[in-house]
T-cell receptor, first 113, second 116 residues
């Protein structure tokens, strides 16, 4: 199994508060991704990173920011959480953008009240 | 427009029988990749199989095979000899061309239930 951890695994927060989710990998993979999973939508890309300090937006990036100061860590921040951001968040890693496999972390369940 | 379509929200299969999960895709890229993931009730995403657009042979991984029909833009997952542990959500995903950062586009999933 790829070495990917996410923290926290579960979080309950209130509307309007900032939230940061962390993805940590031990594989030294260059590419890292944040997806959210909602019923009826499958997984949708929020942001991704193709190297330290190199990030780009995905399909559903509004209300989210990311940072990557080290190869192993990719942070997702909800600047001011809203109930529509209640979701399961998955981090994924890939050795290259053309690699056959993209490995996923265990997910973080976020509830915004 | 949907880029990945999984038309079967739910399916049932008898244990030890084979089952096909459908996936069609839409892209104008010549180079792309197709993935299948399994998500059991515990929630993790498990990579099953990959097919590259230039691969001439259908991908196989143990009991999983991918029936790739490029002209029809379909990438169906075939599970042979179903087991109770195969009960899960199955997602088809596509990685488009080289300049798209490797990001995956997912279908909405098919929930497979294996009956004893």
């Amino acid at each position: 199994d790829a070495g990917i951890t996410q923290s926290p695994r579960h979080k309950v927060t209130e509307t309007g508060t900032p939230v940061t989710l962390r993805c940590h990998q031990t594989e030294n993979h260059r590419y890292m991704y944040w997806y959210r999973q909602d019923p009826g939508h499958g997984l949708r890309l929020i942001h991704y990173s193709y190297g330290v300090k190199d990030t780009d937006k995905g399909e559903v990036s509004d209300g989210y920011s990311v940072s990557r100061s080290k190869t192993e860590d990719f942070l997702l921040t909800l600047e001011s959480a809203t109930s529509s951001q209640t979701s399961v968040y998955f981090c994924a890693i890939s050795e290259s953008k053309q690699k056959e496999t993209q490995y996923f972390g265990p997910g973080t369940r976020l509830l915004v009240l | 427009a949907q880029k990945i379509t999984q038309t079967q929200p739910g399916m049932f299969v008898q244990e030890k029988e084979a089952v096909t999960l459908d996936c069609t895709y839409d892209t104008s890229d010549q180079s792309y990749g197709l993935f299948w993931y399994k998500q059991p009730s515990s929630g993790e995403m498990i990579f099953l199989i990959y097919q590259g657009s230039y691969d001439e042979q259908n991908a196989t991984e143990g009991r999983y095979s991918l029936n790739f029909q490029k002209a029809r833009k379909s990438a169906n997952l075939v599970i042979s000899a179903s087991q109770l542990g195969d009960s899960a959500m199955y997602f088809c995903a596509m990685r488009e061309g080289y300049n798209q950062g490797g990001k995956l586009i997912f279908g909405q999933g098919t929930e497979l239930s294996v009956k004893p």
